[in-house]
């Protein structure tokens, strides 16, 4: 009898839950109520910056304008053309000390001609690892990420016209230089990956250059600097302000502030001449900042009621 009792309470328990499903059911998604107890629900599609950068047409073309740009400049800069006297070449790395609101750059003597760029979503893009991290509704995951530099040769894309603008600056004689905050412990999986995607031979050490090769761990300045000791940079590409100077990662830099650093006047003309920028609305420090960050207060506006 209380057996059968303690059935009853549990058929009514489940008939009611089973309304109160239905009853819920057109306010309430599975997504909404996963967050209400707190888990983070399953992505259904990727993020919007994954679906603009790794799928949209104008990704594409956001990066082959880039890489054309950069061609076209680099090759224009190696032209014999006696109207125009370029000796001594400078380099476009940021001498030691100096930084964007006051740069200097050094003359390159007859060191060889090289172009730096960074590599994740500049050279490649990290798409094995993206889709994998978006789909376990993470941003980013320090140790799947470790695996990814180890093991994902084969899974990571050239980024649309890096391939023909690597070939047409090293026909031209300009070494290809990497600097990139992959760890110096995984350099052979970032050599793997990098010749996977079609970008040519790296050495680390040579052309290859990784965090943990000094100790200013994810400040490029100092490989920075030990680049231009061997090489006439005439070119550097990244999707990060830090790939150009770490002073554009300063510590509790505002929004605003980092945007005027980056168009101040000293080094505003380096952009599309010398620096060049890859689109990144995936990840990285350009994704922040409040409405009052991003938006000013004289453009603010509301519909009439
Ligand atoms: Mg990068």
């Given at each position: 009898m209380r057996h059968f009792a303690i059935s009853l309470v549990a058929l009514a328990l489940a008939g009611c839950a089973a309304q109160a499903e239905r009853a819920a059911a057109p306010t309430t998604s599975k997504e909404t109520l996963a967050t209400q107890i707190g888990e983070k629900p399953a992505p259904t599609s990727p993020p919007p910056g994954q679906q603009w950068l790794y799928g949209s047409a104008e990704g594409t073309i956001a990066s082959v304008q880039v890489y054309r740009a950069m061609t076209d400049y680099i090759l224009d800069q190696l032209r014999v053309d006696?109207?125009?006297?370029?000796?001594p070449y400078r380099q476009v790395i940021l001498a030691?000390?100096?930084?964007?609101a006051a740069p200097r750059f050094d003359d390159c003597g007859n060191k060889p001609f090289a172009a730096v760029f960074d590599a994740d979503e500049t050279l490649i893009w990290n798409v094995g690892s993206m889709r994998y991290m978006a789909e376990q509704g993470k941003d980013f995951d320090p140790a799947i990420w470790d695996q990814w530099e180890r093991s994902g040769a084969g899974k990571a894309l050239a980024m649309p016209g890096a391939v023909e603008a690597l070939k047409d600056m090293r026909d031209a004689g300009v070494t290809i230089v990497v600097n990139t905050n992959r760890t110096a412990a995984n350099a052979k999986g970032t050599e793997d990956t990098l010749r996977a995607a079609g970008l040519g031979e790296f050495k680390h050490g040579e052309t290859l250059y990784l965090m943990?090769?000094?100790?200013?761990?994810?400040?490029k300045d100092a490989r920075r600097a030990a680049i231009a000791a061997r090489y006439c940079v005439i070119a550097m590409a990244g999707d990060q302000l830090g790939d150009f100077s770490n002073a554009f990662n300063a510590k509790g830099i505002s929004v605003a502030d980092r945007r005027k650093l980056a168009a101040n006047p000293a080094v505003s003309s380096?952009?599309?001449?010398g620096w060049f920028l890859l689109s990144n609305p995936v990840y990285g420090p350009s994704i922040r900042g409040s409405f009052d960050d991003i938006f000013t207060p004289e453009t603010k506006w509301e519909p009439a009621r």
């Amino acid at each position: 009898m209380r057996h059968f009792a303690i059935s009853l309470v549990a058929l009514a328990l489940a008939g009611c839950a089973a309304q109160a499903e239905r009853a819920a059911a057109p306010t309430t998604s599975k997504e909404t109520l996963a967050t209400q107890i707190g888990e983070k629900p399953a992505p259904t599609s990727p993020p919007p910056g994954q679906q603009w950068l790794y799928g949209s047409a104008e990704g594409t073309i956001a990066s082959v304008q880039v890489y054309r740009a950069m061609t076209d400049y680099i090759l224009d800069q190696l032209r014999v053309d006696p109207a125009v006297t370029r000796l001594p070449y400078r380099q476009v790395i940021l001498a030691m000390q100096s930084t964007p609101a006051a740069p200097r750059f050094d003359d390159c003597g007859n060191k060889p001609f090289a172009a730096v760029f960074d590599a994740d979503e500049t050279l490649i893009w990290n798409v094995g690892s993206m889709r994998y991290m978006a789909e376990q509704g993470k941003d980013f995951d320090p140790a799947i990420w470790d695996q990814w530099e180890r093991s994902g040769a084969g899974k990571a894309l050239a980024m649309p016209g890096a391939v023909e603008a690597l070939k047409d600056m090293r026909d031209a004689g300009v070494t290809i230089v990497v600097n990139t905050n992959r760890t110096a412990a995984n350099a052979k999986g970032t050599e793997d990956t990098l010749r996977a995607a079609g970008l040519g031979e790296f050495k680390h050490g040579e052309t290859l250059y990784l965090m943990g090769d000094d100790d200013t761990g994810s400040s490029k300045d100092a490989r920075r600097a030990a680049i231009a000791a061997r090489y006439c940079v005439i070119a550097m590409a990244g999707d990060q302000l830090g790939d150009f100077s770490n002073a554009f990662n300063a510590k509790g830099i505002s929004v605003a502030d980092r945007r005027k650093l980056a168009a101040n006047p000293a080094v505003s003309s380096l952009w599309g001449s010398g620096w060049f920028l890859l689109s990144n609305p995936v990840y990285g420090p350009s994704i922040r900042g409040s409405f009052d960050d991003i938006f000013t207060p004289e453009t603010k506006w509301e519909p009439a009621r």
